[in-house]
């Protein structure tokens, strides 16, 4: 119990009331500066958010190598995105508010399909979505469709130590999956089944999954099915027509 208090010296910050305790039949001062403890918390809480912060850039760029971002769309953010035409406006608009929901868009796997031509910003939005997906901490992957397909097969390879399902886990495991060029012919029945049971593993396990294409909704639903569609526009999903020129369109040829 505290039985009184004496005046002490800080050689920093001056003097300051020590309280006089008696604990156990002995009398003991608390002979710590509180403006020193406060200083010293101060400096504990700083250290401590460096460190949360240092931890929170590795782990980004443990992520970022992860994403398979190509080089040309790892700096695309919506702030670079150039939105000439209500369209493109509209587009920007429904990419931005999908990722500032993220936390929702997570909880009921909410899905996009982006439809259009090549070169009207498709893969722009959608990977300016995973960069921050990733910047906020959360696993974002960037695939095409004949990549995530070879990633599959490799499985088949003597040596290889997976099997296709652990290959499908590696594509059902990422909070965001950005699956590009889906439509396109991707050949056997058998790589169709991979596909469809890659992008049903993700719906089973809420995780929202972007599409990009060039195919409108009734040449996808015939390359993906019913059933896949259906399930893309679970929890809130949509699909998304860029349906402007190419921004490649009147750029000069190379000499």
């Known amino acids: ?108 796997g909410t899905s996009l399909i982006f439809s259009g031509a090549p070169g009207t910003g498709k893969t722009h939005l959608a990977c300016a979505i995973a960069n921050r997906v990733i910047a906020n901490g959360a696993s974002a992957v960037y695939s095409t469709v004949s990549d995530a397909l070879r990633s599959i097969r490799r499985a088949y390879e003597p040596g290889s130590g997976l099997s296709e399902g652990d290959a499908i886990n590696a594509l059902a495991d990422p909070a965001l999956l950005v699956l590009d060029e889906v439509g396109t012919d991707y050949g ?40 896949i569609m259906d399930r893309l526009r679970e929890g809130g999903g949509m699909m998304v027509s860029f349906g402007w020129a190419s921004y490649r369109v009147g750029q000069p040829d190379i000499a």
Not at 6 to 29: D, F, N, P, S, W
Not at 76 to 104: M, V
Not at 188 to 197: A, I, R
Request: charged share 35%; aromatic share 6%.
């Open 188 to 227: 056997t029945d058998h790589s169709k089944v991979l596909l469809f049971d890659v992008l049903n593993k993700r719906y089973e396990q809420v995780r929202p999954t972007i599409i990009l294409t060039n195919l409108d909704r009734d040449a996808l639903a015939g390359h993906l099915g019913e059933r």
């Open 1 to 108: 119990m505290t039985v009184g208090s004496e005046m002490r010296t800080c050689g920093k910050h001056g003097q300051y009331e020590a309280r006089v305790i008696e604990a156990l039949g002995r009398v003991i001062t608390n002979t710590r500066c509180p403006r020193c403890e406060d200083d010293a918390a101060k400096a504990a809480d700083r250290y401590a958010l460096a460190e949360a912060e240092e931890a929170k850039k590795r782990r980004v760029e443990a992520l970022m190598r992860r994403a398979s971002i190509p080089t040309r769309f790892k700096d695309k953010t919506f702030w670079n995105y150039e939105a000439n035409e209500a369209g493109q406006e509209r587009a920007l608009k429904i990419a931005r508010a999908y990722a500032d929901a993220w936390d929702r868009v997570l909880a009921k």
